[in-house]
């Protein structure tokens, strides 16, 4: 629905019709509402909607979730617009403000949907910078998702990467293959990652399902296509309260994503986002979830690790000890010696993030 800025209209949450402003949506960092037809079709005919519609249809709690726009970092991390470099082995490209669908637990909402000043601008500029970082062995394309752009438009951005020698592999940030799999048709794509694997370099796509009622009979189809053309995958999912805070439900997701070929990766720990917040989970909760996760699955299917992504870096949560502290590790950190450390803090009933638990 389109609103006018001054004037009041009518937006429909999941709780019921509501009258909104543009300036009171903004004020309170809510995303406008955008889902693809097939996603919508999709979960309609599931048995999992009750679930999934939270993924994209608004709420009222969006009003009353505190938190900020920006909470790993990521402004102080940015070396020029539409380039992050937090980690020394990684530079993060954000090539679109747009998403097929947007997802009400966004992250990146101060970008997503909006005409931002954060994405790639000059994609020269940041190859050169690539170029004169050789600790930097791989690219992730993400924003927004990179697969609302035109294949063309994909491969001009390959046009400036895929000459760097010290680039390994070419990674692509996309739920497109959940909210519309039939962009993964596009009989322009084999040749893309053909060119990628002719430099030498591995072409992956980091694909994000939250949830099994979301992996369509298409999105299957089309991931094992890609993947007979040797592209990798890899799948992120979000724990999300009243969505998939649910260890059969998780378990089922990365069971099947194993079976598609699909490793699954991370499970991230929701993060304290303005107007997203209401998704989180509490620590001790979403150990005990993983902890009934890895209890449901084979040992070659285990391969997901349940990160915090804080502004220090990616921390692996552990474990609750019998000491009431919780113990988590680096997965990533801007600084290399931290990377693997482990260290603990003091459990506090309720804490969903880093910062809500005692230093000591």
Known sequence: ???ARTDTSVMNFI????NVTQSELQANSITRYLVTKFYREHISRGSY??????IIEPSLKEFESPGNLDTSGEHDNTIMPGLQHKYAQTGLLLVTDRCA????YCFRKRIVGKDSDEITADLAHISRYISNHPEMTNVLLSGGDPFVLSTAKLNKILDHLLPIP??????FGTKAVAYEPKRFEDPALPALFQRIHETGKTSVIVIHFDHIGEISVDAERNIRSLRAQGVQFLNQS??????????EILAATFAKCHQMGVRPYYLFQARPVKGASHFQVPLRRGLEIVHGINQRLSGIQKTFKYIMSHYTGKIEILDLGT???????YHQNKNPEKIGKVFSRPHLEG??????????
Do not use: F
């Open 323 to 329: 000491d009431g502290r919780v113990y988590m590790r």
């Open 15 to 18: 709780e019921g019709a509501r």
């Open 166 to 171: 010290h680039l390994d592999s070419i990674r």
């Open 238 to 247: 979000v724990l999300l309260a009243k969505i998939n805070d649910d260890p």
């Open 351 to 360: 804490a969903c993030w880093l910062d809500e638990l005692p230093r000591e």
């Open 101 to 104: 669908s947007y997802c009400r």
């Open 1 to 3: 629905m389109k609103l």
């Open 49 to 54: 909607y009750t679930q999934l519609e939270n």
